[in-house]
Nanobody, 123 residues
Framework: VQLQASGGGLVQAGGSLRLSCAAS????????VGWFRQAPGKEREFVIG????????YSADSVKGRFTISRDNAKNTVYLQMTSLKPEDTAVYYC?????????????????WGRGTLVTVSS
């Protein structure tokens, strides 16, 4: 499986962006998919994830109410809609496919990673 994240860019605080994660290869629509981010000088952190059916989602407290995730299994694509962006959301965002069907926040459970897309939120 290969993952390609896109949609990052520069946005002002309070603005919105939608990231996409397109997958090629088999199995993408069978596992939990998550978005992680890594800000400069910080460790990678889990942001939000979605079950393989799309019926279950989980988000970190820092983005609850602002970020939503969805998936279109027919297109092998997961979307991250980010609203009310804050400067502290600035990071490289990575999508990843886990080896589990259910929710997992542990990056060690993710075996396929995209290259990442940079999101910069200016104040």
């Amino acid at each position: 499986v290969q993952l390609q994240a896109s949609g990052g860019g520069l946005v002002q605080a309070g603005g919105s962006l939608r990231l996409s994660c397109a997958a090629s290869g088999r199995g993408f629509n069978k596992y939990f998919v998550g978005w992680f981010r890594q800000a400069p000088g910080k460790e990678r952190e889990f942001v939000i994830g979605i079950s393989y059916t799309g019926s279950g989602t989980y988000s970190a407290d820092s983005v609850k109410g602002r970020f939503t995730i969805s998936r279109d299994n027919a297109k092998n694509t997961v979307y991250l809609q980010m609203t009310s962006l804050k400067p502290e959301d600035t990071a490289v965002y990575y999508c990843a496919q886990s080896s589990r069907l259910s929710i997992t926040l542990n990056s060690n459970d993710y075996n396929y990673w995209g290259r990442g897309t940079l999101v910069t939120v200016s104040s």
